[in-house]
């Protein structure tokens, strides 16, 4: 039997407030990340008091309930829309290509079984001791989808001015903040 998988997954989360949305749309990354998902786009839409509701308290100002209402439309934020759309990567395995001799080896392979050369995965920068926000595309108006723990090594896989696509070794790979990127030279 094989299991298909399909090529995107769209996740929405509903709700308030945002802080909430984003948080759970954290842990769904890591668990799809673990199944080949990557997050590729996400949106965020605030909620809005529909024309109804207003009517309804517009006629309610005929008592006093009406400005109670009113007050209470202005002062509470309706729910927002959080869409996650994940995109397949290909299936996770626990095997990696020796960038040397081109061998497939077991990503947990501290050295080539074929050729013996070390380290084939080597990092070119860290994550700041503090952490840093993560995001599914170079866009700081949108959601990060990870905060990624401090000191975690990266291969920066490309760049597009200040943004950095960086990879780490489980193959999870987003975009960050690629000036405040530690390189492997001024490591401690
Ligand atoms: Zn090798």
């Excluded at 309804?56 to 007050?71: K, P, R, S, T, Y």
């Excluded at 040397?100 to 995965?121: D, L, Y």
């Excluded at 090594?153 to 070794?169: K, Q, S, T």
Aim: glycine content about 8%; proline content about 8%.
């Amino acid at each position: 039997m094989t299991l298909s998988n399909p090529a995107t997954i769209v996740r929405t989360y509903y709700g308030a407030p945002q802080a909430d949305l984003i948080a759970a749309s954290q842990s769904d990354a890591l668990e799809l990340a673990k199944q080949g998902y990557s997050p590729k786009t996400q949106s965020w839409a605030p909620g809005q008091w529909g024309c109804g509701a207003f009517l309804v308290a517009l006629l309610l100002c005929l008592f006093v309930i009406g400005f109670l209402v009113f007050i209470y439309m202005l002062l509470v934020k309706p729910n927002g829309t959080l869409t996650v759309t994940y995109e397949y990567q290909g299936p996770v395995s626990d095997t990696k290509v020796c960038p040397r001799c081109a061998e497939t080896i077991k990503k947990a392979a501290k050295a080539c079984r074929f050729c013996g050369c070390e380290t084939p995965w080597t990092p070119t920068h860290r994550v700041p001791d503090q952490g840093m926000a993560a995001y599914a595309a170079p866009d700081p108006s949108q959601p990060s989808v990870v905060t990624l723990d401090g000191r975690l090594p990266l291969i920066v896989a490309e760049r597009a001015g200040d943004w950095a696509r960086v990879e780490a070794d489980t193959g999870w790979t987003g975009w960050v903040d690629c000036r405040r990127l530690v390189p492997r030279s001024l490591w401690t």
